[in-house]
Nanobody, 127 residues
């Protein structure tokens, strides 16, 4: 019903920047909360950032505040994660996630709050 596809991952030097994209399609008539999660090898999938689909409210994990920015297009079918001042610790597979926004707890930071997920895109930061 809802399809999410990430792109933009790759290899970048520490201190550099990278922008990830998440394209949504399907039954998008309902407002969605969108988010980015990441998972390093052997680690638990963790919350990175979220944006309210029907508004401009954003939420960030403390580790990325001031460095990462989540945004969306005016059509609200594409979500971005602009990553600046990248560190080696940012290396992970990054996943786009979505959930119907109405009545949902804010900010949603739990994996089980998101029924829709992309396939993930690898981000590697070299030092």
């Amino acid at each position: 019903q809802v399809q999410l596809v990430e792109s933009g991952g790759g290899l970048v030097q520490a201190g550099g920047s990278l922008r990830l994209s998440c394209e949504g399609s399907g039954r998008t008539s309902t407002a969605y909360t969108m988010a980015w999660f990441r998972q390093a090898p052997g680690k638990e999938r963790e919350f990175v950032a979220a944006i309210e689909w029907s508004g401009d409210i954003q939420d960030y994990e403390d580790a990325v505040k001031g460095r990462f920015t989540i945004s969306r297009t005016s059509a609200k079918n594409t979500v971005y994660l602009q990553m600046n001042s990248l560190k080696a610790g940012d290396t992970a597979v990054y996943y786009c996630a979505g959930a119907p926004a109405y009545g949902r707890r804010w900010p949603p930071r739990r994996v089980d709050e998101y029924p829709y997920w992309g396939q993930g895109t690898q981000v590697t930061v070299s030092s």
